[in-house]
């Protein structure tokens, strides 16, 4: 690979979103100094290096023997159908979803991939937030919801999963459509999901019960499903959780999750005895706090969805993109970074001080589906 042109980045920080901008900019990268002397790529990391390599074609991956550099020269990302990826049990599928995503839409053909492992974590969004909330913000940005899918057939909870959920997405003709999207409407309603996976169904009621009973002090409408599972669709491991989502009059869905399971398979290994599980009750209270907060905040998405709309703010076609959110998490602040390093698009950034809200503004980059005009 062509060591030249390629561009040198350092640390293990933001890989999966340098990998997603590098295939989508086919800007050849060289990561270096990942976790030196700490073992280098997490199991996760080479996961997303093998679902990459499933999605797309004429690509060139190479990782040195201690994990700690990666050479990548991107392809063109195919897409296709029936495609399978097992994303093991260190990280939830939600952590491969985001880029799928990205890279679908941008793909030759529509993508459509079973992704395996476990569907509700404490890290990652949940699988039920990007299947109320992530795939219909895409709509914002001219993406057809026709076929835009996420089917949740068997849940997996930490630490042995045993989930599957069933991906689809279309590519689009040439371009995303440039937003101005900075009204958040006040919130008129809010809908939900409690799960729970080899345990009592009655722990759903507990959680749902303590969820609504916060929401009901500012607002009637609320609804929050259950969904039990036993069995095969339960997965291998015991857990429960809830997600969330207030709707407001313009549209806007605003998210949040949450979920109780024993430790992960790495966190195990530091505790020698189970810990004290936070029960139903408080796990509803926590999440209905949450929402709140993430509504008060204000912006037209919360806090876990800022770093992907400014991605596909700066992928547009070169028009102005204005958009709103509350304050600018860590890792929205790194994203706006990494989006300059490889799409050469600035944000111009503007604080309310009245709502404490952020206006950002940018030019898109105008990225094309061409593989789709290739075929």
């Known amino acids: 690979m062509g060591r030249e042109k390629s561009r040198r980045l350092s640390g293990s920080r933001d ?32 996961s997303l290096l093998h679902l ?6 004429q690509h060139v991956i190479d990782v ?8 990548y020269k ?3 990302v195919l897409g296709g159908k029936d495609l399978e990826h097992d994303c093991g049990v260190h990280r939830g599928i939600g952590y491969f979803i985001e880029p799928l995503i990205l890279l679908g839409l941008f793909g030759r053909s529509p993508l459509s991939i079973r992704l395996k492992g476990i569907t ?33 057939e068997n849940r997996g909870a930490p630490p042995r999963g045993g989930g599957e959920v069933l991906l689809r997405v279309p590519n689009i003709n040439s371009t995303l459509k440039a937003v101005n999207w900075i009204d958040e409407g006040m919130v008129k309603r809010i809908r939900g999901v409690t799960f729970s996976t080899n345990v009592s169904p009655q722990i759903e009621n507990r959680i749902l019960y303590a969820a609504r009973g916060l929401f009901n002090k500012f607002i009637p409408d609320v609804h929050i499903f259950t969904d039990h599972r036993a069995g095969l669709s339960g997965g291998l491991s015991a857990g429960y959780g809830v997600s969330v989502v207030a709707e407001t009059t313009t549209g806007c869905l605003i998210s949040a999750d949450a979920t109780v399971s024993y430790p992960n398979v790495d966190e195990m290994s530091e505790q020698s005895k189970k810990p004290e599980l936070m029960s139903p009750e408080d796990l509803g209270e926590q999440v ?15 806090s876990t969805h800022q770093s992907l709309l400014f ?15 509350g ?32 206006t950002l503004k940018c030019v898109g980059a105008g990225v094309k589906n061409l593989a789709r005009k290739i075929s």
Do not use: Y
């Not at 990459?52 to 074609?57: A, G, H, P």
């Not at 991605?311 to 959110?325: G, I, T």
């Not at 698009?345 to 604080?351: A, D, N, Q």
């Open 15 to 46: 890989f999966r979103q340098r990998l997603v901008l590098a295939t989508l900019t086919s800007t050849p990268i060289i990561i270096k100094d990942i976790r030196a002397g700490e073992g280098g790529l997490r199991q996760h990391e080479m």
């Open 52 to 57: 990459l390599d499933k999605v797309s074609d």
């Open 64 to 71: 040195n023997d201690t994990g700690t550099k990666v050479g």
């Open 74 to 76: 991107p392809g063109v």
């Open 120 to 152: 509700n974590d404490t890290k990652d969004p949940s699988v039920d937030t990007f299947r109320m909330v992530t795939l219909h913000m895409l709509k914002h940005f001219g993406v057809p919801l026709e076929g835009l899918e996420l089917k949740i």
């Open 288 to 302: 209905a706090s949450m929402l709140l907060e993430e509504v008060a905040q204000g912006g037209v998405v919360d």
């Open 311 to 325: 991605m596909l703010c700066a992928l547009c076609p070169p028009d102005v993109s204005k958009v709103r959110v």
């Open 327 to 358: 304050q600018l998490t860590p890792h929205a602040i790194e994203s706006l970074r990494n989006i300059k390093e490889f799409l050469d698009v600035k944000f111009i950034i503007k604080p309310d001080p009245n709502s404490n809200t952020v």
